[in-house]
């Protein structure tokens, strides 16, 4: 269920383990590079970070050179132009390829993947409206499926997957079948994010696809970021938590950019020619769904993506998850588990891989006094921990920092003994008075 990112991930799990993967869109099968209405965030910066790249590779081998080729950005998002803490970060080399690009542009070539694959069907226009159970068994056995909101028909299927996105209704079916709630953490950071699509005069672009400016929190709610992508368009985004939503007028939106801790984002969009209407998504709560905690789930149905976990945008995670969980999907079946051991398996591998970028989001988010949700007594303590890291000027300290925000690495590499002592040393250095009055 689900054509976005997730499904068609998800498929080429499937593909390799199933006679014939037939996957259900209720859109139309989009247009070359627009945007559609299943996807509203579809009109906003998508970064692929360096980690969910290396899946698709893994998944298409030889396929992410097409994305550059066509014109996706890569880059070294240590490289990039970062405004966080309260001070622009040193420019560090990981190493590691991101890509920016438009979403509908990822889409499309994700999509044009997963089609060449021999036994995977694609279905557009179709609605699933709910799946349909073998009740002696527990399992679903199929989706009653349709075009517009009547015409009703039965799809059978060995395994579904639930890649409808955050407003999932797994939760509303299972508990109308009888197996009860699914536990749910919710972090409300009342976010919107606000995005057009600019033409920047060449002497006013950026000298780094992405130039990003954050906070700091708690002072400062808003950020702002420009982004390159194909085509010779810039993204301009404006972001805000706890209702300071920015505007999509472009005067109020360059005003509200003016107000950001740097002029950085406003010199570069006050420049530039807006090329399409201003998009705006609110983002009034990330949610984990632990479906791996429900003492009774049927067997036959498996979600992914946003469905289980849809984090704050801000930190660009969403996709790489997404690919990690696919991946996961895959390796469970590789293992030849069945009904009730691969669920239990890939729900234990998926909610062990989101505790990081979780954890990650959720410590920036309770920065803000304002958020809501269950806040772990550790936050404070690891905010300000990587905080110092990634204040503390060290180059090789910063690039590790970057490792463990991009997914790349476990946050226990922070906790090694040469990273503290190095960013204590760059931080004893840089405040002793020699070089202060060099
Ligand atoms: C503003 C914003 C910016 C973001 N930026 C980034 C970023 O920079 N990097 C990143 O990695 N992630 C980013 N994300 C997250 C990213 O968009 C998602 O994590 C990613 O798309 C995975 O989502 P998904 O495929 O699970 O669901 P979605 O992308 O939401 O797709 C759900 C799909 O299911 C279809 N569908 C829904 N219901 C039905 C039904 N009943 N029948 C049939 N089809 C159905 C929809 O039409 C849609 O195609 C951002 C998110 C937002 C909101």
Known sequence: MGASVAGLLAARALAEHFEMVTVLEKDACPVHGAPRSGVPQGRHTHILLPSGAQVLERFFPGRLAELVRDGAKK??????????????LPRVATGRDS??????????HLRRWVSELPNV?????????????????QRVVGLEIGKGSEAREQLRADLVTDATGRHSRLPAWLAENGFGDVPEMKVGIDLAYATGRFQVPADALPDHPMLYIV???PEKTRLGVVFQVEGGIAFGGLAGYHEDYPPTDLDGFLRFAKTLSQPDVYNVLSRAKLCAPIAQFRIPTSIRRRYQKMPRFPAGILPIGDAICALDPVFGQGMTVAAFEAEILSRCLHQGLKHKALRRAYFRAVDTCLDIPWTL??????????????RSFSFPLVRRYVDFLTTCGDPAVLAQVYEVLTLAAHPRELLRPDIPVRALRRKLLNASPRKKNP
Do not use: H, I
């Not at 490289?79 to 309260?86: C, E, H, P």
């Not at 890509?99 to 499309?108: D, G, I, K, S």
């Not at 069907?121 to 068994?137: I, L």
């Not at 959720?362 to 809501?372: A, I, S």
């Open 121 to 137: 069907r694609m279905v557009y226009e179709t609605n699933v409206f709910a799946p349909f159970f073998d009740k002696a068994n």
């Open 99 to 108: 890509f920016a690009q438009t979403r509908p542009f990822l889409e499309e």
């Open 361 to 374: 989001c959720c410590t920036e988010n309770f920065k803000y006094p304002q958020t809501t949700g269950p």
């Open 215 to 217: 906070g700091p929190p």
């Open 75 to 88: 880059f070294d998002y240590g490289r990039s132009r970062f405004y966080v803490a309260g001070t622009w």
